[in-house]
């Protein structure tokens, strides 16, 4: 038996400059971290001849070419294998649909499982890429490169998106206090709706392949916002990083009507009253977690359970992907 895991991730600059449509012709930055939350693939070789795989769904095909999962298809065919005799199965620690990343680290911890069954060594840039291959080139989705990069490396990293496609990842130069305190000061918040990422990313993909002015400005500002994270975290000035997720929310919020709705604004503007310096929706939009910076933890936690939202504690994920079983 196999086990692999992948973590999920949270974004703290640059948000959406990492699609193609954007970093093609203006190159793109986002700081992502990565945290301890995971998705995990299980690989059991088995005497039946079938491929089972066990997700949301359960699915046992003969044929490679009959199985519906899309990223398990295309993954089994990129790493040689045809399916029999093994079983699959995935778990997550968060449900798919709330802004952390989880398809790009389950493609991340798949591959990673499938290679250890054919005893490959494979490099976790070389893993991020072949996971994009996958998403991007191959399914034709509109996501970009932050979550498999980040599933496949974890850290607090900065990834550069040259327009070549190459992708240039760098841990930040955080001290060891500069990291526990923003640990300490950033919370997350399950706002209870969940949403697919695709409807909005298509319509920001949509507006920067046609030259958008409104959507290609909103884009370079957000990527300048992600250089002054990355300047701010550097020089340890955290109450500065707070105040840039404010603004990064707001000018979020522009890209689509569809990237908030009045309860969470109004959770928003809790959070605000109660100790947050600044926060946003994680990921596409739409739905999933908030994050906030605090300045005052405790306060905020208080308004925000008693208004009915969950909390999910969590700290920061340095090994990306790996092995736990094998």
Not at 17 to 44: F, K, M, N, V
Not at 133 to 138: C, L, N, Q, V
Not at 278 to 288: C, E, N, R, S, T
């Given at each position: 038996?196999?086990?692999?895991?992948?973590?999920?991730?949270?974004?703290?600059?640059?948000?959406?400059?990492?699609?193609?449509?954007?970093?093609?012709?203006?190159?793109?930055?986002?700081?992502?971290?990565?945290?301890?939350?995971?998705?995990?693939?299980?690989?059991?070789?088995?005497?039946?001849?079938?491929?089972?795989?066990?997700?949301?769904?359960?699915?046992?095909?003969?044929?490679?070419?009959?199985?519906?999962?899309?990223?398990?298809?295309?993954?089994?065919?990129?790493?040689?294998?045809?399916?029999?005799?093994?079983?699959?199965?995935?778990?997550?620690?968060?449900?798919?649909?709330?802004?952390?990343?989880?398809?790009?680290?389950?493609?991340?911890?798949?591959?990673?499982?499938?290679?250890?069954?054919?005893?490959?060594?494979?490099?976790?840039?070389?893993?991020?890429?072949?996971?994009?291959?996958?998403?991007?080139?191959?399914?034709?989705?509109?996501?970009?490169?932050?979550?498999?990069?980040?599933?496949?490396?974890?850290?607090?990293?900065?990834?550069r998106f040259l327009r070549d496609g190459?992708?240039?990842?760098q841990p930040l130069n955080i001290s060891?206090?500069?990291?526990?305190?923003?640990?300490?000061?950033?919370?997350?918040?399950?706002?209870?709706?969940?949403?697919?990422?695709?409807?909005?990313?298509?319509?920001?993909?949509?507006?920067?392949?046609?030259?958008?002015?409104?959507?290609?400005?909103?884009?370079?500002?957000?990527?300048?916002?992600?250089?002054?994270?990355?300047?701010?975290?550097?020089?340890?000035?955290?109450?500065?990083?707070?105040?840039?997720?404010?603004?990064?929310?707001?000018?979020?919020?522009?890209?689509?009507?569809?990237?908030?709705?009045?309860?969470?604004?109004?959770?928003?503007?809790?959070?605000?009253?109660?100790?947050?310096?600044?926060?946003?929706?994680?990921?596409?939009?739409?739905?999933?977690?908030?994050?906030?910076?605090?300045?005052?933890?405790?306060?905020?936690?208080?308004?925000?359970?008693?208004?009915?939202?969950?909390?999910?504690?969590?700290?920061?994920?340095?090994?990306?992907?790996?092995?736990?079983?094998?």
């Amino acid at each position: 038996m196999i086990i692999a895991r992948s973590p999920l991730r949270i974004t703290l600059g640059g948000g959406g400059t990492d699609l193609p449509s954007y970093y093609r012709e203006h190159e793109g930055l986002i700081i992502a971290a990565a945290i301890d939350r995971y998705i995990y693939i299980t690989l059991h070789q088995t005497f039946v001849e079938d491929l089972i795989v066990k997700y949301s769904k359960l699915e046992r095909v003969t044929s490679l070419a009959d199985l519906q999962h899309p990223i398990i298809r295309e993954a089994l065919n990129i790493v040689g294998l045809d399916g029999s005799y093994l079983e699959i199965t995935s778990m997550a620690d968060i449900p798919a649909g709330t802004g952390l990343g989880s398809s790009g680290s389950f493609t991340i911890a798949l591959l990673k499982a499938l290679h250890a069954i054919r005893k490959n060594l494979v490099a976790p840039q070389e893993l991020a890429e072949q996971a994009c291959h996958i998403e991007i080139d191959r399914l034709r989705e509109p996501v970009g490169k932050q979550d498999q990069y980040i599933a496949a490396l974890g850290g607090v990293t900065c990834l550069r998106f040259l327009r070549d496609g190459r992708v240039e990842a760098q841990p930040l130069n955080i001290s060891e206090e500069t990291l526990n305190n923003l640990e300490d000061s950033l919370v997350l918040f399950f706002t209870g709706y969940s949403r697919q990422a695709s409807q909005i990313l298509k319509e920001q993909d949509d507006k920067t392949k046609s030259e958008d002015d409104s959507m290609l400005s909103n884009l370079h500002y957000v990527k300048q916002m992600g250089i002054r994270s990355k300047e701010a975290l550097e020089a340890g000035r955290l109450l500065d990083l707070g105040e840039i997720l404010h603004e990064h929310w707001r000018h979020k919020k522009g890209r689509s009507k569809d990237m908030s709705n009045p309860q969470i604004d109004e959770w928003y503007e809790l959070a605000l009253k109660n100790g947050a310096v600044g926060g946003k929706l994680v990921g596409a939009g739409g739905g999933g977690f908030l994050m906030f910076y605090t300045r005052d933890k405790i306060r905020l936690r208080s308004a925000l359970l008693n208004a009915g939202l969950r909390e999910v504690r969590f700290r920061f994920d340095f090994a990306g992907a790996k092995i736990i079983v094998q």
